[in-house]
């Protein structure tokens, strides 16, 4: 194979950059902006994909920068803690069995890191306009007019991809009524609320809340009601927060945001020699902390069905050696008949395969977290959730579904 393009250096196509790279594939990631995004983001890291970031060498770098978690809770905004979940209860089924908590922009400069020294190269300031598939590979155009071939283009770049927009793959699902705010504080929460763990849900069918932690921060997710000003919302934070918990003063915030949120799924992941992973495949609301896992989970999985249509011989070679020069070049067609076919019907299977977990497992578990929180009667799924702590099979079963472990075990 002699070279893939990834539009998008996030934690996805980094991520798929990498895994492409160590497996002796040259590589260039095109990013839209000048640098990597030093936005919080995403912040959950789930078992399964510890166990590929692992597989990546990188997983150490990333859990010495972040926080182990092994318990989560759910609490009544009124009455307190409902039920505490324990992934100790995953022990045998995964050798990480917690969470870490560390905001995706510590991981994506370990991942560059790594990508450099496999070989792999990244061009800022390159946001791709338009993709353009042949037989033979494809070729993206980016702003400046510079244009990059490669036998396959991997798209991760975002829910707003210019990749999709420009392969004209419809974006379908729904916008969420209330828009999202986060907020992350200096406030050391678990002194103000002391019963509460790193990653708390909190019921309220009319301010319904998620808390966690973070190395740097406490967030705080609220929902917001649509039409509002974003200025009036950000204005009556300090309330909002003071009503979650009071310290006789204002909370001190060191960011807030709104934003809306989607819950939508790409008609299809593959066309031509392009694929989608990430967010540009697929978007669904932060409750369960599913959209960046699964998106690493797409990344690893189809940078590795790439990887299976190279020889043996290619496979066991762990580095692949730095271009030499930059590859901006015109297509060489006669070169590219001469290579041997590539792995189609693997990429299709992985390919649907992702489409299929995003519609059956990430889209019903998020948004189903969204209708308990908010649930016009939240009492009715206490009992459900303290009965679900209290039965340690009934847990582990729970946690394989939510952490997206089983996902990766089903069969296609």
Not at 109 to 127: C, W
Not at 170 to 185: I, K
Not at 242 to 248: C, I, N
Request: charged share 25%.
């Amino acid at each position: 194979m002699r070279r893939v393009l990834v539009a998008g250096a996030g934690p996805v196509g980094l991520t798929a950059a990498l895994t492409l790279a160590r497996g002796g594939v040259p590589v260039t990631v095109l990013e839209a902006g000048p640098a990597l995004a030093v936005e919080s983001r995403a912040s959950t890291f789930h078992p399964p994909t510890l166990e590929m970031l692992a597989g990546l060498a990188v997983l150490d770098e990333l859990m010495a920068r972040g926080l182990v978690v092994r318990t989560f809770q759910y609490r009544d905004r009124s009455g307190g803690p409902i039920a505490t979940l324990d992934m100790g209860a995953l022990a045998g089924e995964t050798p990480y069995p917690f969470r870490v908590q560390c905001e995706q922009s510590k991981l994506t400069p370990i991942l560059l890191d790594h990508l450099r020294r496999h070989g792999g190269e990244a061009a800022f300031g390159q946001e791709v306009r338009s993709v353009r598939s042949h037989p033979g590979g494809v070729v993206a155009t980016t702003a400046g007019g510079d244009t990059f071939t490669g036998d396959w283009l991997i798209g991760a770049d975002g829910a707003h991809s210019a990749v999709r927009r420009a392969l004209g793959i419809p974006f379908e699902g729904v916008t969420y009524p209330e828009r999202f705010l986060v907020a992350s504080t200096e406030e050391d929460v678990g002194d103000l609320l002391p019963d509460i763990e790193p990653i708390n849900y909190v019921f309220d069918p009319e301010e319904w809340l998620v808390l966690l932690r973070t190395p740097d921060h406490w967030r705080v997710l609220l929902p917001t009601p649509p039409g509002t000003p974003d200025e009036a919302e950000l204005a009556r934070l300090p309330a909002r927060l003071r009503s979650v918990a009071d310290p006789g003063r204002d909370w001190e915030i060191a960011h807030a945001s709104l934003y809306r949120v989607h819950q939508r799924v790409g008609a299809r992941f593959r066309q031509g020699r392009t694929l989608l992973a990430g967010d540009a495949a697929h978007v669904n609301n932060p409750l369960g902390g599913l959209g960046m896992n699964s998106g690493i989970h797409d990344a690893v999985l189809l940078a590795t069905a790439l990887l299976s249509g190279l020889p043996p011989a290619a496979r066991q070679g762990r580095e692949a050696p730095r271009p030499a020069a930059p590859h901006r070049r015109r297509e060489d067609r006669t070169s590219r008949r001469e290579e041997p076919a590539l792995p189609d019907r693997t990429v299709d299977e992985v390919a649907a395969r992702r489409r299929e977990v995003a519609l059956t497992h990430v889209r019903p578990i998020s948004h189903g977290n969204w209708e308990r929180l908010r649930a016009a009667d939240p009492a009715a799924h206490h009992e459900e959730l303290r009965a679900l702590a209290a039965d340690p099979a009934a847990t582990r079963a729970h946690l394989l579904r939510t952490c997206l472990i089983s996902s990766l075990r089903e069969p296609p």
